[in-house]
């Protein structure tokens, strides 16, 4: 199959086109920048920024792609930023994408990636249309699932996915600061509840994008699967497990109020100017509330995944490591 995939050099990105490569696919990657890997087999690269329509509808007439998988997007959570101006990638992005499919006549299939921060943490919603954005860049996915159901098209399927957290090998920059605090023992565990949450292991996500471009129209169109691991875990767990390929050592645990104390100073830290100060409120917060979501749609049509949690730790540290 033919698979035009933007935000291709990203970090799902990558691990997704070396998937379609490997099980013999051809592929067009569009992003902003090169791919750092050399791809072997059927691949070809057309740099270009989603917002630029003509740029972008020039590589769909040159590549005829049976189907598209839309990756490219902001990530960030700026709540400094402007939400039509900075995170409009998110939102006219998505509208050229789906403008360029429909002019398309050879793309059969879209799967549109948005998030699980459609919805706040610990919000249930009701049904795909249930939103509870509690961020500038969940509501920016808001306005973009809303695009793409305002522009049903009956002759193309489609379907979005959210991931939730995603990680393993060549994640960004953050999550490489986070994996540095916990090999260096400045990383703590905050009360002693095990608070579960979905995350999903970066190749058992290009796994499900993959059985989902696979599956029959009628199984996933117009719905909404969540991309993560079936089972969640519990960030104590999944954090000791790290440590424990480092060979950093126990995790120290603090109380939750002294961490509350210690979050307060952080927000002042931040107002003052020091963005980078990796403790706050809004932090802790998120590090207190369970996340999960349900998968059972994912597992329905995506069957057992590939990677279990000590694989993924085992791959991801191995990564880390090779960066040094």
Request: proline share 4%.
């Amino acid at each position: 199959m033919k698979v035009l995939v933007t935000g291709s050099s990203g970090f799902i990105g990558s691990h997704l086109v070396n998937s379609l490569i490997s099980n013999g696919h051809i592929v067009m990657g569009i992003d902003l920048v090169s791919p750092i890997d050399k791809y072997e087999g059927n691949y070809v690269f057309h740099q270009c920024d989603i917002l630029d329509f003509d740029r972008l509808i020039e590589g769909f007439d040159n590549f005829q792609p049976e189907c598209v998988i839309h990756l490219a997007a902001r990530t960030d959570l700026d709540e400094n930023a402007e939400l039509i101006v900075d995170y409009n990638v998110n939102i006219d992005g998505v509208k050229n994408i789906v403008v360029a499919s429909q002019k398309t006549d050879s793309v059969k299939r879209c799967i549109y990636t948005s998030t699980q921060l459609v919805c706040r943490p610990g919000y249930a919603p009701k049904d795909s249309t249930d939103w509870q954005p509690h961020t500038l860049y969940g509501e920016s996915k808001v306005l973009g699932e809303k695009i793409i159901h305002n522009n049903d098209d009956t002759n193309v399927s489609w379907c979005i996915v959210r991931p939730t957290t995603v990680w393993g090998p060549g994640m960004n920059e953050h999550y490489q600061r986070f994996i540095r605090m916990v090999e260096s023992g400045r990383y703590f565990h905050v009360g002693d509840k095990l608070l579960h949450k979905s995350y999903g292991y970066v190749g058992n996500v290009a796994h499900q994008l993959l059985r989902i471009m696979s599956a029959p129209s009628e199984n996933i169109h117009r719905r909404v699967f969540y991309l993560a691991d079936y089972e969640p875990l519990s960030l104590k767990k999944w954090v000791d497990m790290l440590s424990d390929e480092l060979g950093s050592g126990d995790i120290i645990t603090i109380p939750i109020i002294l961490a509350r104390l210690g979050a307060l100073v952080g927000d002042v830290v931040n107002k003052l100017g020091f963005s980078s100060f990796p403790f706050n409120t809004f932090r802790l917060q998120n590090v207190l509330t369970e996340y999960q979501v349900n998968t059972d749609d994912t597992e329905e049509i995506c069957g057992d995944l590939p990677y279990d949690t000590e694989l993924g730790v085992e791959a991801t540290v191995k990564w880390y490591k090779s960066l040094k």
